[in-house]
């Protein structure tokens, strides 16, 4: 553009020199003549100004339309092309989701207006880095990109924060003029604005050789009407599989909604009617399993709306297996309720045994889903034993030994014992109703915690977060996460002459709840999500579905929810729980995590496919340059001369000339 200017003015330079060729000298004999002649000399010099400036304008609309320029709100007005174009897409779950007023899902939405902005970057050397994938690809030709497999809807989350690190780092290898363009819905989930990742994000673009233009393209807008279902535990018990399950609603929940839920077995499907109140709904879904049926699998769906592919959770299930758990207490009551919480049908499949502390190292540990130690707190031997089982995804609920002890596991230790003033009691006040052992049922029900009385207690002191607390604000039971597993930390314990805690009301939810927690990771090889350690996605391994939902997408199996078979294993992938999250990140957010980058922001809330983000206008200024050179030539023009008469001697009348 800046020898474009320079050619703009060629003309200018050229009348100043010309100019200086003819240079005045008065002539008192002449004055007469200008003076005469001044009007016309000062219309001819407008002329000669207006002559021009059309030349100048003709050739600046030229270069101009040279350089192929592209208006566009997501672009701006572009006058020239970057060399590379990176291109980070979004295709997560959320990305299916269809935008309130139209019917075509935002994955395809931002495929479209991305091929319409990229066929006026012709020349520019484009490279993919989809967030399923995360590896950079050379796309051929932008009317390919829809068609890629590389671009086809998913069932992964995404994640924002690895992609543009990626990026950098390949644009540090690659150095070039370059715009980097983000297509996806916000999903603050899939951002994550607290990583602290985007703090050497931000230095990474900043240093680079030649800083890239961040161009952000939001398919935002409210959201369609939609409902999701998961599953969020499965778990086998004798000849029943016990489906924990959840629907979520978006927009409007404040009516009931009727919704038709399909259950898949080993090939066969039964529905089932239910009302949905609220934003979410929990209950829980029990499935009988044949006397044959060792192994299998399945899905629950719901039908289609505002997303497609949130409306199946699969599931896959092994042969039946009993529940161990172990109690590691010297006897006496509070064994004895434990024992009873933890099996309480002993003909069934929950099996529970009592040792000594002391005799807990040379345990056999394997098959054991849950342990509950009533001794002083693990010390030696034992303590590296129970450390070792909480790693590998076991859970222990710690009571308060019945005499004072000064042990400490986890850098957490018991206090001394405090009693309750006489006739008076410590009375469990608040606990956390979401979340721990002492969370509402599945179907919304709480427990009845307001009915545990203590005469005596010991408060968990140390590191951990407090889930529930006595009337006076202290501690009564808190959560130590190690590895996979869970150390929980109760403050009474179930004998009468500490408290009530041995009646049904309190210790068989904890005890119960510990078992399938710590039995959760026997079925783990059955049902995971796509992206985490779990789900596998080597090359190496074998990958066989199993299952015949419809799924409409050509994605890349690993990248896709079902039920496969990995090389001899089978297990259930579902989509992420975040995806299910309808939390989007805002303006000020985006501004603190790409702080000092040069980006821009262009929320695209159209749902028409037709429309496109930027058009060339390159034709408006070649015809710009016509109308300039046009209107030079006719100023050009030489000025019409009137007829003149001279009389002729002799003549009747005069003749024109």
Same mark, same amino acid.
């Given at each position: 553009m800046?020898w474009?200017?320079?050619?703009?003015?060629?003309?200018?330079?050229?009348?100043?020199?010309n100019?200086?060729?003819h240079?005045?000298v008065?002539?008192?004999?002449?004055?007469?003549?200008?003076?005469?002649?001044?009007?016309?000399?000062?219309?001819?010099?407008?002329?000669?100004?207006?002559?021009?400036t059309?030349r100048?304008?003709?050739i600046?609309?030229?270069?101009t339309?040279?350089a192929?320029?592209?208006?566009?709100s997501?672009?701006?007005?572009?006058?020239?092309?970057?060399d590379?174009?990176?291109?980070?897409?979004?295709?997560?779950?959320s990305?299916?989701?269809?935008?309130?007023?139209?019917?075509?899902?935002?994955?395809?939405?931002?495929?479209?207006?991305?091929?319409?902005?990229?066929?006026?970057?012709?020349?520019?050397?484009?490279?993919?880095?989809?967030?399923?994938?995360?590896?950079?690809?050379?796309?051929?030709?932008?009317?390919?990109?829809?068609?890629?497999?590389a671009t086809?809807?998913?069932?992964?989350?995404?994640?924002?924060?690895?992609?543009?690190?990626?990026?950098a780092?390949?644009?540090?290898a690659?150095?070039?003029?370059?715009?980097?363009?983000v297509?996806?819905?916000?999903?603050?989930?899939?951002?994550?604005?607290?990583?602290?990742?985007?703090?050497?994000?931000?230095?990474?673009?900043?240093n680079?050789?030649?800083?890239?233009?961040?161009?952000?393209?939001?398919?935002?807008?409210?959201d369609?009407?939609n409902?999701?279902?998961?599953?969020l535990?499965?778990?086998?018990?004798?000849?029943?599989?016990?489906?924990?399950?959840?629907?979520t609603?978006?927009?409007?929940?404040?009516?009931?909604?009727?919704?038709?839920?399909?259950?898949?077995?080993?090939?066969?499907?039964?529905?089932?009617?239910?009302?949905i109140d609220?934003?979410?709904?929990?209950?829980?879904?029990s499935?009988?399993?044949?006397?044959?049926?060792?192994?299998?699998?399945?899905?629950?769906?719901?039908?289609?709306?505002?997303?497609?592919?949130?409306?199946?959770?699969?599931?896959a299930?092994?042969?039946?297996?009993?529940?161990?758990?172990?109690?590691?207490?010297?006897?006496g009551?509070?064994?004895?309720?434990l024992?009873?919480?933890a099996?309480?049908?002993?003909?069934?499949?929950?099996?529970v045994?009592?040792i000594?502390?002391?005799?807990?190292?040379?345990?056999?540990?394997?098959?054991?889903?849950?342990?509950?130690w009533?001794?002083?707190?693990?010390?030696?031997?034992?303590?590296?034993?129970?450390?070792?089982?909480?790693?590998?995804?076991g859970h222990?609920?710690?009571?308060?030994?019945?005499?004072?002890?000064?042990s400490s596991?986890?850098?957490?230790n018991?206090?001394?014992?405090?009693?309750a003033?006489?006739?008076?009691?410590?009375?469990?006040?608040?606990?956390d109703?979401?979340?721990?052992?002492?969370?509402?049922?599945?179907?919304?029900?709480? #427990? @009845?915690g307001?009915?545990?009385?203590?005469?005596?207690? %010991? =408060?968990?002191? &140390?590191?951990?977060?407090? *889930?529930?607390?006595?009337d006076?604000?202290?501690?009564?039971?808190?959560?130590r996460?190690?590895?996979?597993?869970t150390?929980?930390?109760?403050?009474?314990?179930?004998d009468?002459?500490?408290?009530?805690?041995?009646?049904?009301?309190?210790?068989?939810?904890?005890?119960?709840?510990?078992l399938a927690?710590?039995?959760?990771?026997?079925?783990?090889?059955?049902l995971?999500?796509?992206?985490?350690?779990?789900?596998?996605?080597?090359?190496t391994?074998s990958?066989?579905?199993?299952?015949a939902?419809?799924?409409n997408?050509?994605?890349?199996?690993?990248?896709?929810?079902?039920?496969y078979?990995?090389?001899?294993?089978?297990?259930?992938?579902?989509?992420?729980?975040?995806?299910d #999250? @309808?939390g989007?990140?805002g303006?000020?957010?985006?501004? %603190? =995590?790409?702080? &000092?980058?040069?980006?821009? *922001?262009?929320?695209?809330?159209?749902?028409?496919?037709?429309?496109?983000?930027?058009?060339?206008v390159?034709?408006s200024?070649?015809i710009?340059?016509?109308?300039?050179?046009?209107?030079e030539?006719l100023?050009?023009?030489?000025?019409?001369?009137?007829?003149t008469?001279?009389?002729?001697?002799?003549?009747?009348?005069?003749t024109?000339r």
């Open positions: 800046l474009g200017l320079f050619a703009a003015s060629i003309p200018v330079i050229i009348h100043l020199l100019r200086r060729r240079r005045t008065k002539w008192a004999a002449m004055q007469f003549l200008l003076k005469a002649t001044r009007e016309s000399r000062g219309k001819k010099r407008l002329r000669h100004i207006l002559i021009l059309c100048a304008l003709g600046a609309a030229l270069v339309a040279a192929l320029p592209v208006v566009s997501f672009l701006g007005l572009g006058a020239g092309k970057p590379l174009i990176v291109l980070v897409f979004d295709r997560s779950a990305m299916e989701g269809n935008p309130a007023s139209g019917s075509i899902p935002r994955r395809e939405l931002g495929l479209q207006r991305v091929v319409s902005a990229l066929s006026e970057m012709d020349g520019s050397r484009v490279v993919l880095m989809d967030s399923a994938s995360g590896t950079p690809q050379d796309l051929p030709s932008p009317g390919v990109i829809a068609e890629l497999s086809a809807a998913t069932d992964t989350a995404a994640d924002l924060p690895g992609l543009l690190n990626a990026t780092e390949f644009l540090a690659t150095p070039a003029k370059a715009e980097v363009w297509v996806s819905d916000l999903q603050a989930s899939n951002w994550s604005p607290d990583d602290d990742r985007w703090t050497s994000i931000q230095a990474a673009f900043s680079l050789s030649q800083p890239p233009q961040l161009r952000i393209l939001a398919l935002g807008g409210d369609a009407a409902q999701s279902i998961r599953i535990a499965s778990r086998r018990s004798g000849d029943r599989l016990l489906l924990d399950l959840e629907v609603r978006s927009g409007d929940a404040t009516n009931p909604l009727n919704l038709q839920v399909t259950t898949q077995l080993n090939g066969a499907s039964n529905t089932d009617p239910m009302t609220g934003q979410q709904f929990r209950f829980q879904k499935l009988v399993l044949g006397d044959e049926d060792e192994s299998g699998f399945g899905w629950v769906s719901i039908p289609g709306d505002g997303n497609l592919r949130d409306n199946v959770a699969y599931f299930y092994g042969p039946a297996r009993p529940l161990k758990s172990l109690v590691v207490s010297p006897g009551e509070s064994a004895d309720y024992m009873l919480a099996a309480p049908d002993p003909s069934g499949i929950q099996t045994e009592r000594d502390a002391a005799a807990f190292p040379s345990t056999d540990q394997s098959g054991i889903a849950s342990i509950f009533a001794a002083p707190l693990p010390e030696g031997p034992s303590a590296v034993e129970l450390t070792r089982f909480l790693e590998n995804g222990v609920v710690f009571f308060p030994p019945l005499a004072d002890s000064e596991f986890l850098e957490i018991w206090s001394p014992i405090t009693r003033a006489q006739e008076q009691f410590f009375i469990l006040d608040s606990w109703r979401k979340d721990g052992l002492l969370r509402d049922g599945i179907d919304g029900t709480p #427990l @009845s307001e009915r545990l009385r203590a005469i005596q207690r %010991r =408060i968990p002191v &140390g590191e951990a977060s407090i *889930l529930s607390r006595w006076d604000a202290e501690p009564f039971m808190v959560r996460v190690i590895g996979r597993g150390a929980w930390f109760v403050g009474s314990t179930p009468y002459k500490w408290s009530n805690l041995g009646d049904a009301d309190v210790l068989l939810p904890i005890v119960q709840r510990a927690a710590g039995a959760e990771r026997f079925d783990s090889g059955f995971a999500e796509l992206g985490s350690p779990e789900a596998g996605g080597e090359l391994q990958r066989e579905r199993l299952d939902y419809v799924t997408t050509n994605a890349d199996p690993e990248f896709v929810a079902g039920v078979r990995l090389d001899d294993r089978t297990i259930a992938l579902n989509r992420p729980a975040e995806e #999250l @309808s989007v990140l303006s000020e957010a985006l501004d %603190r =995590i790409l702080e &000092g980058t040069r980006y821009s *922001l262009f929320e695209d809330t159209s749902s028409s496919a037709r429309e496109s983000i930027s058009r060339g390159w034709r200024f070649l710009a340059m016509l109308f300039f050179l046009l209107a030539a100023l050009c023009l030489p000025k019409r001369q009137p007829p008469f001279h009389a002729t001697p002799g003549a009747a009348s005069p024109a």
